[in-house]
């Protein structure tokens, strides 16, 4: 389902996707989560919270109970990855460019649920978004759970392969335009603009 909210003169764009494999293709055995520019998720409470104050960033979060979010440009290999969490920290890394940018996110936890809110500057989004996955983990140890949007074909798992979600060939088909409308245009980044100098 894809919504657009116009709060004052920002729009909002809402996207949902329900993960229901882990990254290997098995079923996910609870309610799938569903990933918006609001994250609705199961709170697992383990690992525990991060040292880290809530709404800042936090590096290494993926060792964490996190959602993340990849937006991809294929040609290029340029990637947006958005990474949230129940606590309300955040990581937001340019691939290939910068790390730890500020992000406007809060999360809400009540009982085994948690729900995060973010707004992702246009400008995070390198030009060109052809492809995107999404991923939620939590656990820890032989426990960690990686759960996917997009996973990796069984038939493809090589012999004592682990979780990596940088297998950009996994992605999907995915573009701005399909929330934004045909006719709308990407403003230009200045933060790509910088990391591809």
């Known amino acids: ?30 309610e799938p989560d569903g990933l918006l520019m609001q994250v609705t998720a199961p709170f697992f409470n383990h690992p525990p919270a991060p040292a880290g104050p809530p709404g800042e960033p936090f590096p290494g979060l993926w060792d964490y109970e996190v959602v993340e979010s990849f937006f991809l440009n294929n040609n290029t290999e340029q990637y947006l990855e958005v990474e949230v969490c129940p606590h309300g920290q955040h990581l937001i ?4 460019g910068k790390h730890n940018l500020p992000l406007l996110f809060k999360a809400n936890i009540e009982d085994n649920k948690w729900k995060g809110e973010a707004l992702l500057p246009w400008r995070y989004f390198p030009q060109g978004i052809n492809k995107m996955n999404s991923y939620a983990i939590h656990g820890s140890g032989a426990g960690r759970t990686y759960e996917a949007l997009y996973p990796v074909p069984r038939e493809d798992l090589q012999e004592g392969q682990g979780p990596d ?13 399909s929330i934004m ?8 980044s200045d933060l790509w603009d910088l990391a591809s100098k």
């Open 1 to 30: 389902m894809l919504n657009s909210v116009c709060v004052g003169c920002i729009l909002l764009t809402v996207m949902e996707f329900h993960i229901k494999h882990t990254w290997d293709s098995l079923p996910v055995d609870h």
């Open 93 to 96: 890394l340019l691939l290939n």
């Open 165 to 177: 979600f940088h297998q950009l060939e996994y992605f999907q088909d995915f573009t701005l335009q």
């Open 181 to 188: 409308g045909d006719d709308w245009v990407q403003p230009e």
